[in-house]
């Protein structure tokens, strides 16, 4: 099982704070049966000033501690980044750590603000596509502008942006509109992925192999091959 999205590499953002809460959350995650953890620490210019390479010194460290705690799981490093006029340059610097390499294009985790989606995001996704890059939108059912209105939702999918659902959306975690919202992009397979995005130990641990054994089994063999199929490519 592969967990694309997480906030366990210590000390970078909001997520995980000390070396201690990570290794624990990592060994939540593999007694949920995660095999594969992507740390994917925040970009946000103005909040989260991370750099690629602050971001892979950081992971470099912490992977080799991993390694002596002889935790069975293989880590990756990525990044969740906030829509913005500065995704241009961080693209234009090649300082995004990828998420993966699919179809030719460069794969990242593109995250919306939680109330509103910016004037012009669609022309962004548009230049990032022309860019040989593929934004996959995270949490879009999170939201407040996608769920009173999911039709806003529209312009993303015409242009074939990937779906990333939160696993605590789907038990009701974030209220019951988002629930409803959530099941319904990856019933109908709006949404292809399903991942933790687990930030602690307490209300946002990681959860993943929890949530994805209370869906449907048709649903969960998706998920899985689908995230399979994107990070290993087969």
């Given at each position: 099982m592969i967990d694309i999205h997480s906030h366990i590499l210590p000390g970078v953002d909001d997520g995980a704070q000390t070396l201690d809460e990570s290794l624990e959350m990592l060994a939540v995650a593999v007694s949920q049966g995660v095999t594969t953890q992507i740390l994917t620490p925040h970009i946000q210019p103005g909040r989260f000033n991370n750099t690629k390479a602050d971001l892979l010194k950081h992971f470099a460290k912490f992977e080799t501690v991993v390694k002596k705690e002889g935790l069975p799981i293989e880590l990756k490093l990525a990044a969740e980044v906030r829509i913005g006029p500065e995704v241009m340059q961080l693209i234009s610097n090649n300082d995004i750590p990828w998420l993966t390499t699919a179809s030719g294009k460069n794969v990242f985790l593109l995250e919306f603000p939680r109330q509103d989606v910016p004037?012009?995001?669609?022309?962004?996704?548009?230049?990032?596509?022309?860019?040989?890059?593929?934004?996959?939108?995270?949490?879009?059912?999170?939201?407040?502008?996608?769920?009173?209105?999911?039709?806003?939702?529209?312009?993303?999918?015409?242009?074939?942006?990937?779906?990333?659902?939160t696993a605590s959306s789907l038990t009701g975690k974030f209220g019951d509109d988002v629930q409803k919202m959530a099941h319904s992009l990856l019933n109908d397979g709006t949404a292809k992925y399903v991942a933790s995005d687990c930030h602690n130990l307490k209300g946002?641990?990681?959860?993943?192999?929890?949530?994805?054994?209370?869906?449907?089994?048709?649903?969960?063999?998706?998920?899985?091959?689908?995230?399979?199929?994107?990070?290993?490519?087969h």
């Open positions: 004037f012009g995001s669609d022309n962004l996704v548009k230049w990032l596509l022309a860019n040989n890059c593929t934004p996959i939108i995270v949490h879009p059912e999170r939201n407040r502008t996608f769920v009173d209105n999911p039709k806003k939702l529209q312009p993303f999918i015409d242009l074939g942006c990937p779906f990333q659902i946002r641990k990681p959860d993943l192999g929890e949530v994805l054994s209370t869906l449907p089994e048709n649903i969960t063999k998706n998920v899985l091959q689908s995230t399979h199929s994107l990070i290993y490519g």
